[in-house]
């Protein structure tokens, strides 16, 4: 089935999650009428939107415990008794992931038969993506669709879905991405408890939240830096909790049954888990490190005034139009003559420093007629003048390489967004990486800014938006643009002291480092470290010291920037220890509630030839069983007493003479638990 547009709403978003809640049952119900009471731009689902109640078949099974209760949420999906024409909504902004019960009882072909989703008709291996893994983005918020059910039952699906999720990902511009699937990384709940094959890098890969269902508990674990949520409370009955909650585990609930509020703009993004009769058990804020700045003619900021946008008509080709209150694209004006309208537009985005890293940007717009159509958008390469621009020249006495703008010279071959508008209202054109990597040309002046222009020649039916002339200053265009500062780190050394070393004995360190960029790779420029000892690129001091005294010397390392940082360090070269001396070291002098069999251990004497062992349950310094060679291990077990206090010793023999040659210093003592 055809993929209905999404309309991106204006900042800050609403968005319900419920899970787990396909059982067309009273407590379903209640969680559906308190979600249609937040008026939320989107219900998503985290799986198990189908259980195995009911006689009914097809996609009547969804229609019955999807449709009865989010119609008006739903656009597109297949006609049925409890939603007759597939939903109300003037645009579909209902988004289900999928879970083992669609799978098992459900029937995977009626649930894609049945809802209206991106990637209808694509094999699920494919790496743009399926109706069963998908992306939706909306404003600020970037939704990913996983499969795990799937993934989990393939290790070819796992592969596909982790590479098209990974790609996905890391093309976004969108402020927020959050990840969806059915069974949760980590959860703590008695029933199913994590599902560790889907502990992916969703961190790494640029992930700000993951939510799942599978458990019917809420829970929100912090785990690695990333948020994961696990709402499973839509309406199937629910479950306990383990006794132990997994490491992590922030907030557990399982007392009613709830659905979790999403409220998200450009730089906050809060959580809501609200339970039957309105109470909030759970909240949460995330907030990332980017500023989002408006560019609106007599908005925001209030003196911005950067907004130059006009169209280009072929039917009027010598006609400028820079003082139109609207803008127009179509592929047929007037009907029927095939003659094409295109829309310019350029921001100022000089307000923006130069040094910003570009995230996201979206042109936001006011539709005043809308269409079924879609247009696509793309850089513009010539420079043009508002006031005189028209169909055949960028400017007074300058052509266009081809009319309309249309020639390679004209505009970029590849389109950086698209521009769709079903309905009267706030439309945008969420740019795409090659958009996001145009912005970042405009404001660090790398690419010169000559805006967008909008066209399609082969519709028919045409979009009208308002102008920056418009009347009302809301309505009229905006570019919406997020980035990140990012503050140059200043590279350190960290480490600030060495341990000495020991004439004859190996010797290791790590040297450290802070800030700059890796790798890092370090190099000895003055000074020089203990003969026998050196420093390798990586920072690691190894090597047996050959002659004793105290080593100084300059580190330096290098960034992958080629930043530089230094510091004086020193090494002290001890002499050797006497011949054999060596030391004991567990279980340490005095210690209690030492465990029977204990082991006793100690160090290496050199020129051993074996060990002696002396243990004294009366603490006066007469072995028990006298000395007990234990041959040349450095360890010893022995049974205890319990609550009996006992002190011991080790002595070193030398082969040749069987004379000691050294003991492990005082005699230690501890008290058997």
């Not at 717009?365 to 960028?394: G, H, I, R």
Request: proline fraction near 5%; charged fraction near 10%; charge should be negative.
């Amino acid at each position: 089935m055809a993929v209905a547009p999404i309309v991106p709403a204006v900042a800050p978003l609403t968005v319900a999650v419920v899970g787990d809640y396909g059982v067309d049952t009273t407590s379903e119900g209640q969680v559906a009428t308190m979600v249609a009471g937040w008026s939320p731009d989107l219900v998503v689902t985290t799986g198990d939107n189908f259980y195995s109640q009911g006689t009914d078949t097809g996609t009547a099974r969804y229609d019955r415990v999807t449709g009865k209760y989010y119609c008006a949420f739903i656009k597109g999906a297949a006609a049925g008794t409890n939603c007759p024409s597939g939903g109300t909504a003037t645009v579909n902004r209902f988004f289900p992931s999928t879970g083992n019960h669609d799978w098992t009882d459900g029937d995977i072909s009626n649930y894609k038969a049945y809802f209206n989703l991106p990637g209808a008709g694509v094999t699920s291996q494919s790496p743009t993506g399926s109706e069963l893994y998908y992306d939706v983005r909306n404003g600020p918020l970037h939704l990913f669709f996983i499969d795990s059910q799937a993934a989990m039952a393939s290790a070819a699906e796992m592969t596909a879905q982790k590479a098209w999720l990974q790609a996905a990902l890391a093309a976004s511009g969108a402020p927020w991405k959050v990840v969806v699937f059915h069974h949760p990384p980590y959860s703590s709940g008695s029933s199913h408890g994590s599902s560790t094959a889907m502990r992916w890098p969703f961190a790494s890969w640029g992930a700000n939240l993951v939510l799942n269902g599978h458990d019917h508990t809420y829970e929100r674990v912090q785990n690695g830096g990333l948020t994961y949520i696990v709402d499973g409370l839509g309406g199937a009955g629910r479950y306990g909790f383990a006794s132990s909650p997994v490491t992590g585990s922030l907030v557990r609930y399982n007392a009613n049954w709830g659905a979790l509020k999403l409220t998200i703009d450009d730089t906050s993004l809060t959580g809501d888990f609200i339970s039957l009769g309105g109470t909030t058990q759970d909240h949460f804020s995330l907030a990332n490190d980017t500023t989002s700045a408006t560019l609106q003619d007599g908005v925001s900021p209030a003196a911005y005034a950067g907004t130059r946008d006009t169209t280009l008509s072929q039917a009027a080709p010598t006609t400028a139009f820079g003082t139109a209150t609207t803008l127009l694209v179509d592929g047929d004006d007037p009907p029927g003559s095939g003659s094409d309208l295109a829309t310019l537009i350029r921001f100022d985005t000089s307000s923006i420093p130069s040094n910003a890293t570009i995230v996201g940007a979206s042109l936001r717009f006011k539709a005043v007629d809308p269409s079924t159509n879609s247009y696509s958008a793309y850089p513009v390469l010539q420079s043009w003048d508002e006031a005189t621009a028209t169909w055949t020249n960028s400017s007074t006495g300058v052509a266009w390489a081809t009319a309309g703008a249309a020639g390679a010279a004209d505009r970029g071959s590849t389109a950086v967004g698209t521009l769709s508008a079903a309905s009267l209202g706030p439309v945008a054109i969420d740019l795409n990486a090659t958009g996001v990597a145009l912005v970042q040309g405009w404001v660090a002046s790398t690419i010169a800014n000559n805006g967008l222009i909008a066209a399609g020649s082969s519709q028919t039916d045409g979009i009208d938006l308002s102008s920056r002339e418009a009347t009302t200053a809301a309505d009229r265009p905006a570019l919406v643009v997020t980035y990140r500062l990012t503050t140059p780190t200043v590279l350190t050394v960290t480490t600030s002291s060495l341990a000495g070393a020991t004439l004859g004995a190996a010797y290791s360190a790590n040297l450290t480092a802070a800030g700059g960029t890796t790798p890092y790779s370090w190099a000895v420029t003055s000074g020089a470290t203990p003969p026998g000892v050196s420093l390798s690129a990586g920072g690691a001091l190894t090597g047996t010291p050959t002659t004793a005294g105290t080593y100084s010397f300059t580190a330096e390392v290098t960034d992958g920037a080629s930043s530089k940082a230094s510091a004086p360090l020193s090494i002290v070269v001890a002499a050797a220890l006497p011949p054999g001396a060596f030391a004991k070291s567990s279980p340490s002098n005095n210690k209690t509630g030492v465990r029977s069999p204990v082991s006793l251990s100690w160090g290496a004497s050199s020129g051993a030839a074996r060990y002696e062992v002396c243990l004294d349950r009366d603490i006066n310094s007469v072995c028990d069983s006298g000395w007990v060679s234990v041959g040349t291990s450095r360890s010893a077990s022995r049974t205890l007493t319990s609550k009996a206090v006992y002190s011991w010793q080790v002595r070193a023999v030398n082969a040749a003479s069987a004379s000691t040659l050294a003991n492990g210093g005082t005699w230690w003592k501890f008290t058997a638990r």
